[in-house]
């Protein structure tokens, strides 16, 4: 059975930078394409960031492009977001999710940014 469970979630001031990290088991997390994506109160969920299975190619939603990289080790069977300069309205539940057949997610972390 395939479990992501993601961690790094917390409070944070605006600016501040936060790194997620998701592990996965119960797959070969090689094979699976990691994506991030995130749920604001009162918004819908929304696609943050993906990785392809290799690695190689990376997308970002653009709200993020350039501050939020995606990275992942395969040895670790982990895929990490790293939230640079973070605004207010990066608060959200942020949820890992893995493709590959089916779409498997995790039950999120929450950030909150705030002063």
């Known amino acids: 059975q395939v479990q992501l469970v993601e961690s790094g979630g917390g409070s944070v001031q605006p600016g501040g930078s936060l790194r997620l990290s998701c592990a996965a088991s119960?797959?070969?997390?090689?094979?699976?394409?990691m994506n991030w994506y995130r749920q604001a109160p009162g918004k819908e969920r929304e696609w943050v960031a993906g990785s392809t299975s290799a690695g190689g190619i990376t997308n970002y939603a653009e709200s993020v492009q350039g501050r939020f990289p995606i990275s992942r080790d395969n040895a670790k069977n982990t895929v990490y977001l790293q939230m640079n300069s973070l605004p207010p309205e990066a608060s959200a539940v942020y949820y890992c999710?893995?493709?590959?057949?089916?779409?498997?997610w995790g039950k999120g972390t929450l950030v909150t940014v705030s002063s």
């Open positions: 999710t893995g493709v590959y057949g089916m779409h498997y």
């Open positions: 119960g797959c070969t997390f090689r094979r699976y394409a």
